[in-house]
């Protein structure tokens, strides 16, 4: 009610639901007890009796005539003089399809309501009444001539719009005056008023409007007797209209409607101001809009808004009003939803369990605003500064003083140059402008910039291949190691103070040792362990010393191995007195200052799919090999010739591009963030990361041998696609835990949870992506509202005169990509990461093909694909098919007219009789409806088979030899049936189970000499159901030819109503069974088989259920 007298609401038909408002509640009136409120405690001070701690009343009903309300609204009235009761408009519709309005009073004392056409006074009590001049004032109804009652409106009416009361000549507003309404109907917009004896009809086009907000803000208008009132009313297709209602002399005179522009479809529209709108959407992303002052092309402020792009306007629509600024994710309305699994399938062998981390992909949105979201746990990074800079191979960040809590330089290594950032004050920066390669403004702000400087000991001439702090006897150390030398240098000075190299050694190496080759690849630690690999596949171990205060680089011992070394990584273990005296903690914030020395160095080598394990420790002459990783699926120590030709074959061909040893921390708290929690109990595990050519990142758990007769041991191993690039690995601190960074075409964060004292669970690795969103100006081809971009080499970078934030628990880095350097703040860890493709039209079903690396998506087509709104065209309903990296569309099929997506399946189906393993290929099985506007029930529909490849050549033998054959969508045949296949499901024995309409059938391809398929039914089929809309097996989930564990080929169907029921397939009499049912009446929504004997089910009444099969029962 406007007067805030009463709440009115509409749950069944036939009733409307009141719940009172009680007159002068005081909001900042402390509540009282139970006992006070009904009187037993301290009565009220005099002259407040009126007041009272509940907000409302008891609620009650009232019975109307009126059955099927489509809208209701208060009429509006004098805001402090008005003595009518509530009067509620109602807009309905009768038995005949013909639509009314008509309105009806509350009487809020009786607890009723006054029908219309009475003229019955309301006998308020004392609570009830109002006040007027500050005297009591009975309530009444409105005289019958002023109630307001409109009938035989237009047909497609669906929402009632309260205008306030007329203003007199004088300015004012009669005390009685009631309001009239707007009445908004697809084809025209109403104004009737009963009171003023008025109504004013707009014609308006095909537009189905679905919210409705004034304009608050009072504008001039153009003569002083006219008052204008503005309302904005967004439709189906997302437009956004301006509705104008022009009185003069208190009488409506015109109503003026016009298009401002296009968002999303708007379930809600919120006024702000400043022409500032807020479109709340329940069917796409809801947004802040700008209305602007003058018309601008479309495409202008689709470029700036971000996301939208110019195939979601109308052709016709060319400039627009509306500039969007801000977008809000919504991943509803989620119609379908699929996993597609971000690596292959590992096996914890502590837990006996698989496992295998996916990202879950949905069809989102309607219409113009479908989408198909990706959602996985993300990270997001607040970019700080950006500059254009091309060509960065390397980066590593460097302390002025080994204890320092920031780091000073930022080294980049270029093609044969080296160039050196450093974080100087803003008042201490040169006005010689060499700091205008960062963003100025913003980094003044933040107390300091990047300029560029020089370390007289660096060799500034060639490629950096490492650059790191070392602490050596009590020397601050830099170490740099270029393609012909190890340099070591004074950090205080700056100045080198000694080096070493491979072509003339060492101060303390004999004249016996012969000059070796270029160093190809360093890796140091902080303790002053060195270890190069030069051409040839020669490594030799150095380490740096500090004799009588002089650094010296001694030459510990080398090795020569088989093939050239691709990668090396020399960082320690974390040992469990770690946290004692050879560490420290910097700010709290668990950045390790260790000085610990390595036991081992991990190698890989070129086209040798492997890891090597070599020992540091200087009793022996030679680096001596600890341990031979197979990177393929086996882990055995000593990898034989057969298990070289296993790991080729299956396509485990790509080798080793970066290593990481590294002792990762899980932590857990009773906290929502347990990532950021110092008390959290802890877990630690020696993990090596592998990061492969083809984006993938391979991981083991290592086990240290605790005395001199055991071995290193690797386990668990782990492997996940992180995308399509190289991988580099980037270990970093984030808050108290040790995460990796893995660079890529979708940077990652890997990080470790689970698997705390007092937990049954192991621990678990996790895999974040860092949201990394750029503003494409150019075309999108991909339809993608936003995009991830690539990160080549990385680094940790703190700073506090770069980055403001004070939080200990959020880590900065240094990325950069092959034209952009970026500095940013990592948030938090444990969030959700969204990615949003546009399809232009409604999403319905999905599926994710891994044989052929693709997403297939069954879309219902908008107006634009030939559709018509009301008519019986072809609704232009395909299916497309879009590559799961890239999200390219790689091919689309059109569906015939009137025909419907209810199922999309990926297969693997036996196309043999023989069931051998060598004959099951993967498929894509669709089932579709044909929905005639004449038929209740679908009499036919089909089921599609299709082949899709995945567009790589299966002689692939290195990352140098990319070869690709043409993605292809093949249609292998296709199944009519006699109703709408509902639901497809893998069964045992390469075949597929279906259901359509009542029935579900077991369905076999067989495939001639000519590749021509044919799918076909099995056996007789099961009845007994009213709709068979789901069937679930666990066929999926098995190997083809397994069946379930009590050796039965069972599957549970899904009833529209009569909730689950549990079959069996008989091979030997090829016929359905029923084992088992569920006799409740449960309307199923979908269906999950968890086990032989235990079933996940939701229905309508947004309920989950279990149910558990008695095998026992007779």
């Known amino acids: 009610d406007p007067l805030h007298r009463c709440i009115a609401l509409h749950l069944y038909d036939g009733f409307v639901t009141v719940i009172p408002i009680h007159r002068g509640y005081d909001i900042n009136t402390p509540r009282t007890s139970s006992s006070s409120a009904d009187g037993g405690g301290k009565q009220a001070p005099r002259g407040m009796a009126s007041l009272t701690t509940k907000p409302f009343g008891d609620a009650f009903h009232t019975r109307i005539e009126q059955r ?77 001539g002023e109630q307001l009652k ?22 004012g507003t009669k005390a009685n005056a009631l309001g009239g309404v707007l009445i908004l109907g697809q084809r025209q917009i109403t104004y009737h008023s009963t009171a003023e004896g008025a109504t004013k009809v707009l014609p308006i086009g095909q537009s189905l409007l679905l919210s409705c907000c004034p304009v608050v803000e009072k504008e001039g208008s153009a003569s002083g007797d006219e008052d204008m009132l503005r309302y904005l009313l967004g439709d189906e297709t997302g437009r956004i209209h301006l509705l104008v209602v022009g009185r003069k002399g208190g009488l409506v005179t015109n109503l003026h409607f016009e298009t401002l522009g296009t968002s999303s479809v708007s379930s809600a529209l919120v006024y702000l101001g400043n022409g500032m709108v807020f479109v709340g959407s329940q069917f796409a992303n809801s947004q802040l809009v700008q209305i602007l002052d003058n018309p601008v092309p479309v495409s202008t402020v689709n470029s700036s808004g971000g996301e939208e792009s110019e195939d979601g306007m109308s052709p016709l629509e060319e400039t627009t009003y509306l500039q969007t600024l801000e977008e809000y994710t919504n991943l509803g309305p989620i119609v379908d939803f699929d996993l597609r699994p971000t690596g292959d399938e590992s096996k914890d062998d502590s837990a006996g369990t698989n496992y295998r981390q996916s990202v879950v992909v949905t069809c989102s949105g309607v219409a113009k605003d479908g989408t198909v979201r990706l959602v996985r746990n993300g990270v997001g990074m607040r970019e700080q500064a ?76 060639k490629s950096t291949l490492f650059a790191g702090n070392v602490s050596v006897g009590g020397a601050d150390l830099l170490v740099q190691v270029v393609d012909d030398s190890v340099r070591v240098v004074d950090s205080a000075t700056l100045e080198m103070v000694t080096d070493w190299s491979p072509f003339r050694g060492g101060e303390d190496e004999s004249d016996e040792d012969e000059p070796m080759g270029f160093i190809t690849v360093a890796s140091s630690n902080q303790s002053g362990q060195i270890v190069v690999a030069l051409r040839g596949g020669t490594l030799v171990y150095l380490v740096v010393e500090n004799k009588n205060s002089k650094p010296t680089i001694r030459k510990v011992k080398s090795v020569t191995l088989e093939r050239e070394i691709s990668c090396i990584d020399l960082r320690p273990f974390e040992s469990p007195s770690s946290s004692g005296n050879d560490s420290m903690e910097v700010d709290g914030g668990g950045v390790s200052r260790s000085t610990e020395r390595s036991h081992l160095v991990a190698v890989g080598l070129w086209d040798d799919f492997s890891v090597r394990f070599l020992d540091l420790n200087e009793s022996s002459n030679t680096l001596d090999q600890l341990l031979h990783i197979n990177l393929g699926r086996s882990v055995d120590a000593n990898m034989g010739n057969d298990a070289e030709e296993q790991a080729a074959d299956s396509g485990q061909h790509m080798m080793a591009r970066s290593l990481c040893l590294v002792t990762m921390e899980s932590q857990s708290s009773n906290s929502t963030s347990a990532v950021n929690n110092s008390t959290s109990s802890s877990n630690k595990v020696d993990m090596l990361f592998v990061g492969l050519g083809d984006g993938k990142c391979i991981s083991f758990g290592v086990t240290r041998p605790e005395s001199s007769s055991e071995e290193w041991l690797v386990h668990s191993r782990k492997e996940v696609s992180l995308g399509t690039q190289g991988i580099h690995l980037v270990p970093f601190h984030h808050g108290a835990r040790v995460c990796v960074l893995a660079t890529g075409d979708r940077p990652t964060v890997v990080y470790l949870t689970g698997g705390n004292s007092g937990s049954n669970s192991n621990p678990k690795l996790c895999y974040s992506t860092i949201s990394l969103t750029v503003e494409d100006d150019d075309e999108d081809e991909g339809h993608a509202s936003h995009r991830n971009i690539s990160v080549n080499v990385a680094t940790p970078f703190r700073s506090s005169l770069l980055f403001s934030s004070t ?25 959700l990461h969204v990615t949003s493709y546009k399809l232009g039209m409604t999403p319905r079903r999905i599926a994710h093909h891994e044989a052929g690396r693709v997403y297939c998506v069954g879309c219902i087509g908008g107006a634009g694909e030939g559709a018509q709104i009301g008519g019986e065209a072809n609704m232009g309903n395909c299916v497309r098919f879009f590559d799961d990296s890239t999200f390219e569309e790689v ?45 209740d029930e679908p009499s036919q529909g089909r089921v599609l088979v299709v082949e899709c490849n995945s567009g790589e050549s299966s002689n692939l033998k290195s990352d140098s030899e990319d070869e690709m054959v043409t993605r292809c969508v093949r249609h292998v045949t296709q199944m009519p049936t006699r109703g709408g296949v509902y639901s497809i499901t893998p069964f045992y024995g390469g075949t597929v189970m279906i259901t359509v309409n009542s029935k579900t059938h077991l369905c076999k391809l067989s495939l001639g000499d000519n590749e021509i398929g044919e799918l076909k039914l099995v056996g007789a089929g099961h009845h007994g159901h009213m709709i068979s809309l789901y069937c679930k097996s666990l066929a999926g989930e098995r190997s083809s030819k397994e069946g379930s564990s009590s050796g039965k080929q069972l599957a549970i169907v899904g009833d529209l109503m009569r909730s689950i029921s549990l079959v069996e397939y008989l091979p030997k009499h090829q016929v359905i069974e029923e084992l088992a049912r569920d006799y409740n009446a449960n309307f199923c929504t979908s269906i999950e088989m968890l086990t032989d004997n235990i079933y996940l089910g939701s229905e309508n009444f947004a309920n989950l259920f279990v149910l558990r099969h008695n095998a026992d029962a007779p």
């Open 68 to 144: 099927t309300v489509l809208s209701m609204t208060f009429l509006k009235t004098h805001p402090t003089r008005s003595t009518y009761i509530p009067q509620l408009a109602l807009l309905y519709q009768d038995a005949r399809g013909f639509q009314h309005v008509i309105s009806h009073g509350i009487d809020l004392s009786k607890k009723c309501m006054v029908l219309y056409g009475s003229t019955a006074a309301a006998n308020n009590s004392a609570q009830d009444a109002i006040e007027i001049d500050g005297k009591p004032a009975a309530s009444v109804m409105p005289p019958p």
């Open 150 to 171: 409109k009938s035989r409106i237009e047909g497609g009416s669906a929402m009632l719009v309260s205008v306030p009361p007329a203003k007199t000549a004088g300015g």
């Open 386 to 461: 950006e500059v254009e800079m091309e060509g960065i191979k390397g980066m590593w960040s460097l302390r002025r003083g080994f204890d320092e809590q920031d780091d000073t330089f930022l080294v980049q290594s270029f093609v044969r140059e080296t160039r050196i950032l450093g974080v100087q004050s803003s008042k201490h920066l040169e006005m010689d402008g060499s700091q205008d390669d960062m963003d100025d403004d913003d980094e003044e702000e933040e107390g300091g910039a990047l300029a560029e400087v020089t370390i007289g000991g660096f060799n500034s001439s």
């Open 807 to 831: 939080n200990k628990n959020n880590s900065s880095l240094c990325v950069a990509d092959e034209n952009t350097l970026r500095l940013g703040m990592i948030d938090d860890i444990q969030k």
């Open 891 to 935: 091919n689309r099929i059109d569906l015939e007219p009137f025909e419907m997506i209810l199922d999309v399946t990926s297969v693997s189906l036996c196309t043999s009789s023989n069931s051998s393993g060598d004959n099951y290929k993967p498929y894509i099985l669709i089932g579709t409806a044909y929905s005639y506007p004449d038929e």
